[in-house]
Structure formats: structure tokens, C-alpha cells
């Protein structure tokens, strides 16, 4: 039941990297550990993504590394750390 929500936080870093001006096509690269403490039920009322980049580098690739968590209902569900993602202007 985690992995969209994964998968939201890394869309988020490969945003914030195109928002900040690098090209290329997102590509999640990994990430360090996630832990579950709760899941996201249909009777949440408000689901909050949270994102905070920790390291940018710039160049032939641009690599985004940030920690994330998943709020249901103001409760952390999901906590992710060194999320990587990057985005290439390659076909590869």
C-alpha cells in the first residue's frame, strides 16, 4: 500500500529539480530506508506529501537527494530518507 505514496515523493524531488531549471526525464534512483507507522485509509480526509532536499548536484546528470514523509490526517504515515532521484537528458 506504500509504494504510490513512494513513488509521489520521488515525482516531488524530479519536479523540484525541472522547477529549478535542470532538463531532462525524471528517473527515481532509490532510497536509503523507508518505514511505515500507519496507512492511508479511505476515510482520510487530507493526504500531505513532504519533502525536503538535502543535496543537488548539477551536471552531465542532475541528482536530487532529499528526505520525505506521508501525512494522513496530520499523522506521519510514511517517513523515506535519501531519496535519489535523477533526471537525464539521454535516451537511456
Known amino acids: 500500500p506504500g509504494c504510490l505514496s513512494l513513488d509521489a515523493?520521488?515525482?516531488?524531488?524530479?519536479y523540484w529539480l525541472a522547477w529549478s531549471g535542470s532538463p531532462g526525464t525524471i528517473r527515481a534512483l532509490g532510497v536509503g530506508a523507508v518505514k511505515f507507522r500507519g496507512q492511508i485509509t479511505p476515510d482520510v480526509k487530507c493526504v500531505r506529501y513532504e519533502v525536503a532536499m538535502r543535496q543537488v548536484k548539477r551536471g552531465r546528470l542532475a541528482l536530487g537527494v532529499a528526505d520525505g514523509r506521508v501525512l494522513a490526517d496530520e499523522a506521519c504515515?510514511?517517513?523515506?530518507?535519501?531519496?535519489?532521484?535523477?533526471?537525464?537528458t539521454s535516451a537511456t
Open 9 to 14: 515523493l520521488w515525482q516531488m524531488v524530479g
Open 77 to 88: 504515515v510514511y517517513v523515506a530518507r535519501d531519496l535519489r532521484v535523477g533526471l537525464t
